[in-house]
């Protein structure tokens, strides 16, 4: 059974005030943060040093860890009960961790994948509610 949640979140251009409202909470609270070689400085400090941060991406075709490998490494987080976020930079749509997102779901179809809410959709729930 697995219980930890592993989140998707995208870095955008850089700069952490453009970071959807979600994000810089789940970067200072998780347990495990995969990202990738796109992912500016200036969001990488607002992680804790307590975290697990490990960079898993890819560099003009080097790839540090491959797909197969990431996909083992947030299952493996996931299985261990703790909270997980994969940040990588938005192309077309989707965050690029050396394959779409909707690869990664569909490898790791078994966990648990949530990505930050939008303000616009936080907005939106909250007039639900």
């Known amino acids: ?34 990202h990738d070689d796109l992912v ?12 697990h941060v490990e ?4 560099r003009c075709g080097h790839a540090r860890v491959s797909q197969s490998q990431i996909h083992s490494l947030m299952i493996n987080a996931a299985r261990e009960r ?5 940040v990588g930079v938005i192309h077309r749509g989707e965050i690029r961790m050396g ?3 909707r690869r990664a779901v569909a490898s790791v ?5 949530r990505s930050a809410p939008s303000h616009e959709q936080r907005e939106q ?3 639900v509610n």
Do not use: C
Request: net charge negative.
């Open 1 to 34: 059974m697995l219980n930890g949640t592993v989140y998707l979140v995208g870095a955008g251009p850089g700069d952490p005030g453009l970071l959807t409202l979600e994000a810089p909470r789940l970067l200072k609270t998780s347990d495990v943060i995969f």
């Open 40 to 51: 500016s400085p200036e969001i990488l400090d607002l992680i804790p040093e307590h975290v």
């Open 55 to 58: 960079n898993v991406g890819k």
């Open 82 to 86: 703790w909270e997980v976020v994969v």
């Open 99 to 101: 394959h779409s997102k």
């Open 109 to 113: 179809a078994a966990l648990l994948f």
């Open 125 to 127: 729930a909250e007039r």
